[in-house]
């Protein structure tokens, strides 16, 4: 498991010279994507071990990083020749992912001249992860989730990868962003560096280290989606979280990221929190506010998500 930077070291986080590095957490979630055209995308990833939740499934942390990466890309080469940057992403759980792998068919909704929103349907492939199988039967798998995700145009310029990367080039392409060496067989939250301060008031950090860092050096934002579902399942045990709404307000300049929760509403069936995300290390700057929905576990089988 990488080594989280000790908050002396984390004044002045590294900024990566080339992204991902060969060590890095979205690279272990070994995603392939090929994009079809400028307009859609498919992604496929396995669900093994680590990505799973209490309930067995696919976890929420583990399908907005999917989301972020399928969609980060489709967003530059409709936002092209400037940059993007994540500024809101929702996913709402229609299903349990089970089997595996994860299949995400991402298309354009949007370019703007200012803005670009990707929207994306999550499927349980059961058993098959062939993307020129999956290309043309997305639509008879189990539908599991659905998302819409926005981007801002940036400059270029404040991308450590755009340099290296020539978005109009992924199209017709695929690729595999997969690790470089191994990864640790252990839980995504232990593998990322997550410390949980204090479980039942759902407050956990995360250090801002070379492993979860985004190309502009701060915390990736799929890499926030996990640190808000540990916050949630902390807060409300016995519940797994299954709707994930990420509003992002600032990059993480120093770390940690630290969390603070609220339960708004708490039933037999459901529970809704709200959370907030701040770089402790930098004056509490606020980093992102989240509202989590958790439902308990499923018995038995896979059901719908209701």
């Given at each position: 498991m990488p080594e989280p930077s000790p908050p002396s070291a984390a004044v002045h986080p590294p900024r990566p010279t080339s992204y991902p590095p060969e060590r890095h957490a979205l690279r272990d979630l070994d995603v392939t994507t090929e994009h079809l055209t400028a307009e859609r995308s498919l992604s496929v990833a396995p669900v093994d071990g680590p990505v799973r939740n209490a309930a067995g499934a696919a976890s929420i942390g583990f399908l907005a990083a999917l989301f972020d990466t399928n969609a980060g890309l489709m967003a530059l080469i409709a936002g092209r020749p400037k940059w993007?940057?994540?500024?809101?992403?929702?996913?709402?759980?229609?299903?349990?992912?089970?089997?595996?792998p994860a299949v995400l068919e991402g298309r354009l909704v949007r370019a703007g001249s200012n803005i670009v929103v990707i929207g994306a349907d999550i499927y349980d492939g059961c058993g098959v992860g062939d993307l020129d199988e999956l290309a043309g039967d997305t639509g008879r798998r189990p539908h599991v989730a659905s998302g819409i995700a926005t981007f801002t145009r940036i400059p270029a310029r404040a991308s450590a990868a755009s340099g290296s990367l020539d978005p109009l080039g992924l199209v017709g392409t695929r690729r595999n962003l997969g690790p470089v060496v191994a990864p640790d067989p252990v839980p995504l939250g232990e593998r990322i560096g997550l410390r949980v301060i204090d479980a039942a008031n759902g407050v956990v950090e995360l250090h801002n280290h070379p492993y979860v860092q985004n190309s502009f050096g701060a915390i990736n934002?799929?890499?926030?989606?996990?640190?808000?579902?540990?916050?949630?399942?902390?807060a409300v045990a016995g519940m797994v979280?299954?709707?994930?709404?990420v509003h992002y307000l600032s990059q993480a300049k120093v770390g940690p990221a630290r969390t603070s929760l609220d339960v708004l509403r708490r039933t037999a069936d459901h529970a809704v929190c709200a959370i907030r995300a701040v770089d402790a290390g930098n004056d509490d700057v606020v980093l992102a506010l989240a509202t989590v929905t958790l439902q308990p576990p499923p018995l038995g089988t896979t059901g719908s998500v209701s």
């Open positions: 993007t940057a994540t500024l809101d992403l929702g996913l709402h759980a229609t299903g349990w992912l089970t089997e595996g934002g799929g890499v926030l989606g996990m640190v808000f579902q540990a916050a949630a399942e902390g979280a299954t709707d994930l709404q």
